[in-house]
């Protein structure tokens, strides 16, 4: 008999809900982890299951083993970070609309892959060399807003708007180095929108143990950013040093979003929206929650990822154009962008 069984009455079911519904959670992960597997090109639904079961021709099996599964694991972790770093930069900031993408971090983390690429340093043939500049860029980013906040970086609203600036700033030096190098735009185009194309198993072994790794120590931080959540003077008061509670932090979701952007590029809105959905299912409890949004952060993004390949599927039939390839960054945008508007709507009538 468990704990949880020895606990009567409400208290009890209290206890197991959030078990049910994060079961429930990682079995949709699992379905749209086989959505994804199975929804490319180049192999059937049916090649794809003799491979699973052992058969298929080399050439299925090259494209399922050697493509297909590293693709849909980069998909499924890079979810996962970038739900738990917005998640974990929203309770740090006290601000919802703090997500990755306009607190520097990702725009930071897209000029170090441009910049190495363009440069010639770095390149889709070198993950290795990209995931180092991506983590750099992320880093300066941060860095820079944190030098540019100041005295002020304790303030959520005040580091909110500066991480704005930063995002625009950055972003803007972006575009100097694409017109520095016009001949690297096609190579970069991706770091800009988001994909996870191409992505082999030298981008999975990089980004696990790393993602493993910050993944943990952001769950060991759900305390203190529990209380954050609360407010600087109930935290205080709670005997937690907000200021370093609140550094170590951002230094893990820098982290974490370093590492998904240099694996899959800007994915837009991921970040921003599933702490929200996170904390409508799992409650304010931020050990329960984390795991949650990591767990939505990588069925949201797994889910695009197989939506965008059944789309550039039926796209290239109907339009005959073989090499047409719908980046799932492109329909994490145009989603999330249509369910802020949405709910910001709503709020409005409320008010």
């Known amino acids: 008999m468990t704990l949880i069984e020895t606990v009567p ?10 078990g049910v519904r994060m079961a429930c959670l990682a079995l949709l992960v699992a379905v749209v982890a086989c959505a994804d597997l199975f929804a490319g090109r ?38 996962a970070c970038l ?15 703090a997500g990755p993408e306009v607190t520097g971090v990702t725009p930071g983390a897209v000029l170090g892959a441009v910049a190495a690429t363009g440069l010639g340093l770095a390149g889709w043939e070198s993950p290795t060399a990209v995931v ?45 180095v694409l017109l ?68 170590a932090a951002l230094v893990c979701a820098v982290a974490l979003t370093a590492g998904a952007v240099s694996a899959v590029g800007a994915l837009g809105f991921v970040g921003l929206l599933v702490p929200h959905l996170a904390l409508a299912v799992f409650g304010a409890d931020l050990r329960i929650t984390l795991p949650g949004a990591a767990l939505l952060g990588a069925t949201v993004v797994c889910g695009a990822d197989a939506a965008a390949q059944l789309l ?10 073989d090499r ?15 369910l802020l508007m949405v709910v910001a709507r709503r709020r409005a009538d409320e008010r």
């Open 132 to 176: 180092v500049a991506a983590c750099l860029g992320g880093f300066a980013g941060a860095g820079l807003l944190w030098l540019l906040a100041g005295r002020e970086a304790g303030d959520p609203e005040q580091t909110a708007v500066y991480g704005v600036l930063v995002s625009a700033v950055l972003a803007g030096l972006t575009a100097v």
């Open 180 to 247: 520095v190098a016009p001949g690297e735009l096609g190579s970069v185009v991706q770091w800009l929108i988001g994909s996870t194309e191409g992505r082999v198993w030298q981008h999975w072994n990089l980004l696990w143990p790393w993602s493993a790794f910050w993944g943990a120590a952001a769950w060991l931080l759900a305390g203190p950013l529990t209380l954050l959540r609360c407010g600087d003077e109930q935290a205080s008061a709670a005997g937690l040093a907000t200021g370093r509670g609140r550094g």
């Open 42 to 79: 180049g192999v059937t639904p049916d090649g794809v299951r003799e491979v699973l079961l052992g058969g298929g021709d080399p050439t299925a099996e090259h494209i399922v083993l050697q493509l297909r599964l590293p693709r849909l694991l980069v998909a499924l972790v890079a979810g």
């Open 312 to 321: 550039s599927r039926l796209l290239a039939t109907a339009l005959d154009a």
């Open 324 to 338: 047409l390839t719908l980046p799932v960054g492109a329909l994490t945008t145009f989603v999330g962008a249509g």
């Open 83 to 97: 739900g738990v770093a917005g998640l974990v930069l929203q309770s740090a900031l006290r601000n919802p609309l």
């Open 9 to 18: 009455g409400p208290a009890g079911r209290a206890l197991r809900a959030p």
